[in-house]
């Protein structure tokens, strides 16, 4: 039998499915700054290119919204609470 030194697999989508998290962790800030929340299937189409593009696709003219960056700040902490509770 051959051995390996690494594996590699995906977990997101594959093994465990956070779209539910990510939509609530995404919709969390978008309240937090007033902006209008994203429906689950808009979120959907926005994974996949790492959560600065999942926050620049979901807020209000992107990466030129001036809080942007808090915006992505913001995002990081509510998934990591979302996904701590899960």
Do not use: Q
Not at 7 to 31: H, K, P, Q, Y
Request: contains cysteine; hydrophobic residues 40%; proline residues 3%.
């Amino acid at each position: 039998m051959k051995k390996y030194d690494t594996i590699i697999f995906d977990l997101d989508g594959t093994l465990l499915n956070t779209l539910e998290d990510l939509a609530d962790s995404v919709n969390a800030v978008l309240r937090m700054y007033g902006f209008p929340c994203r429906k689950v299937e808009e979120i959907r189409c926005f994974v996949g290119n790492g959560v600065a593009r999942l926050m620049e696709l979901s807020i209000p003219d992107g990466i030129n919204n001036p809080n942007y960056e808090k915006c992505l700040e913001d995002f990081r902490r509510a998934l990591k609470k979302c996904l701590s509770v899960n």
